[in-house]
């Protein structure tokens, strides 16, 4: 069983990275999205003062708190601080912040808060992904073309099996959605569609075979 950190950390989040000032980010709705999707009872807080405020401060600075609680085989709960900053990461003076400051900053918040359970924390060391991640794209990438490269071996042995070329692929087609299986890129589809084929045979299904003779079992 993986635990919510390994889950998490191997989570490609490359296509949702964005960039500002020449520095990658992962938009706080996409970070709370990946996680929903995996624990669909986390949930977060902002950590409040004790007079009911969203927002910290020494009378200098400002800052903000969030808590994050995800529950796997038990729940973790872990906060994290982020200082009011601008677009350009730079701590804004007491008296210049404003709401909007402060909202920006929340969500930033989340999302550092989040990488502690594993979500993008390569991000805050400069990289897209960790190395989890890299490998599991790796081994999914490698499972894709395995599956893609089997359906197709499969398909040719149906035709040289005397099954009709055509109306083999256009049955893929509609079991899978496309008539070549390398353009095919759901490994479900492709699972779907050998286990759909492999046992077709012309003795059964004679409305996939061609007016050559079929080879008597």
Not at 35 to 51: D, L, N, Q, W
Not at 67 to 91: A, F, W, Y
Not at 205 to 211: A, Q
Request: glycine fraction near 4%.
């Amino acid at each position: 069983m993986k635990t919510i950190f390994q889950t998490l950390s191997e989570i490609d989040i490359s296509d949702k990275i964005k960039q500002k000032l020449k520095m990658d980010y992962l938009p706080w709705s996409s970070a709370w999205a990946f996680v929903k999707s995996k624990y669909p009872t986390a949930s977060y807080e902002i950590v409040r003062t004790p007079e009911g405020c969203i927002y910290w401060t020494d009378g200098k600075t400002c800052w903000v708190e969030t808590k994050v609680t995800i529950t796997g085989d038990e729940p973790e709960t872990h906060s994290e601080i982020l200082p009011v900053m601008d677009n350009k990461n730079q701590s804004i003076p007491a008296d210049k912040v404003t709401m909007s400051d402060v909202n920006k900053s929340i969500k930033r918040c989340l999302v550092k808060n989040l990488a502690l359970f594993g979500l993008g924390l390569s991000l805050w060391n400069g990289e897209e992904l960790s190395d989890n991640a890299k490998q599991k794209k790796d081994e999914d990438e490698e499972n894709l073309r395995s599956k893609q490269q089997a359906l197709m071996e499969l398909l040719k042995k149906k035709v040289g099996e005397n099954f009709d070329k055509n109306k083999l692929f256009d049955h893929l087609q509609k079991i899978a959605g496309s008539k070549n299986p390398n353009n095919i890129k759901d490994i479900e589809k492709l699972e779907k569609a050998i286990a759909d084929i492999t046992p077709l045979n012309l003795k059964d299904d004679p409305e996939f075979g061609t007016d050559a003779p079929t080879k008597e079992e």
